[in-house]
């Protein structure tokens, strides 16, 4: 039998393509798969901005997709301050973005950055793996939920999905947390949720509290006053009911949104 050459071609959905060519016939073999070939040559890359504080990870993922060929790593930032304004300017397919950020949060940042870039898609990549985060995140118009923890593989597969206006969700998260609840959805207990009361914006300050944020804390995330905090916090006690912020929090975990 006579021996057969193999040339790995990297196709864009990661996989990779085996062609056989006979070192008799001098050709490429099939016809189709330069075709192919050749599409994929033409589609440009998948434009991707970094948003996450930590430097080093940031090199890693940037060297990550940088080995990809149909993906290109065009702006980095550390805060979401520097994210608005570069995706403003560079008009990215993807943004990753972390959820806790130096200068706020990463899901309401990412609600900004949607706001103004509706056609960009944002993928979370984090290291918080808690299901309320991830629920939160997808209701902020994220497409995606990664964890750092994943290969390198995973996350590269993570963009690509993101980018083609999929949903993806890390494998080591339930994969029912990608299809949100309908509204006025009930729980197993057969209660509508009292969450779904809230505001917009009340929902925002819920998280917050939820997270430990204090009124000052808050008002800079935000980009209000203290005062204004005072009063969303005083209609969010009378739409729940509570009258503490303990009372508030064990409402939360009653939920499953307290974060571990």
Known sequence: ????????????????????????????????????????????????????????????????????????????????????????????????????????????????????????????????GNHYYVSQALAAGARGYALKEQLPTDIVEAVRTVARGEIYVAPQLPQDLATPPASGSRRSNGATNPLETLSPRERDIFDLIVRGYTNTAMAETLQLSVKTIETHRAHINKKLRVHSTGELIRLAALHGLVAT
């Open 1 to 128: 039998m006579r021996p057969r050459l193999r040339a790995f071609v990297p196709l864009s959905t990661g996989e990779s393509l085996v062609l056989h060519r006979r070192a008799e016939a001098g050709r490429l073999l099939p016809g189709p798969v330069s075709r192919k070939l050749c599409a994929m040559q033409e589609a440009p890359a998948v434009s991707v901005v970094l948003v996450d504080d930590h430097h080093l990870f940031r090199e890693g993922l940037r060297a990550v997709l940088a080995a990809t060929p149909d993906i290109s790593v065009v702006g980095e930032a550390s805060t979401g301050r520097e994210a608005f304004e570069m995706v403003g300017r560079l008009k990215p397919d993807v943004v990753t973005v972390d959820v806790t950020l130096p200068d706020g949060d990463g899901i309401l940042a990412t609600r900004e950055i949607l706001g103004r870039n509706p056609a960009t898609r944002v993928l979370m990549l984090t290291m918080h």
